[in-house]
Nanobody, 119 residues
Framework: QVQLVESGGGLVLPGGSLRLSCAAS????????VSWYRQAPGKQRELVAG????????NYADSVKGRFTISRDNAKNTVFLQMNSLKPEDTAVYYC????????????WGQGTQVTVSS
């Protein structure tokens, strides 16, 4: 079975940090562009960061540039999101997403992990 399993979410104070992980299995991870999305209550799901392969080129939402860093370890089929200087507006469920880079279109989603930034 194809799986994307997020971990690392939790409750943090404003200005704090979290590192999210997404472990992939059941497909060829290196053939996929991997991204982090988030969705806050009452809002649309939005792209936070993405990373390609093999170049590992990254892109970020303007709201997180300079604070978040996406990376991937193809040998371990894992993507990470390092989140620093967290703000209350970062509060959301964060989802891992994988989209095929070529061939037949495929897209997979993780179950999400809650990030809450509050004092």
């Amino acid at each position: 079975q194809v799986q994307l399993v997020e971990s690392g979410g939790g409750l943090v104070l404003p200005g704090g940090s979290l590192r999210l992980s997404c472990a992939a299995s059941g497909f060829t991870f290196s053939d996929y562009r991997v991204s982090w999305y988030r969705q806050a209550p009452g809002k649309q799901r939005e792209l936070v960061a993405g990373i390609t392969n093999p170049s590992s080129r990254t892109n970020y939402a303007d709201s997180v540039k300079g604070r978040f860093t996406i990376s991937r370890d193809n040998a371990k089929n894992t993507v990470f999101l390092q989140m620093n200087s967290l703000k209350p507006e970062d509060t959301a469920v964060y989802y891992c997403n994988a989209q095929s880079l070529w061939g037949i279109w495929r897209e997979y989603w993780g179950q999400g992990t809650q990030v809450t930034v509050s004092s």
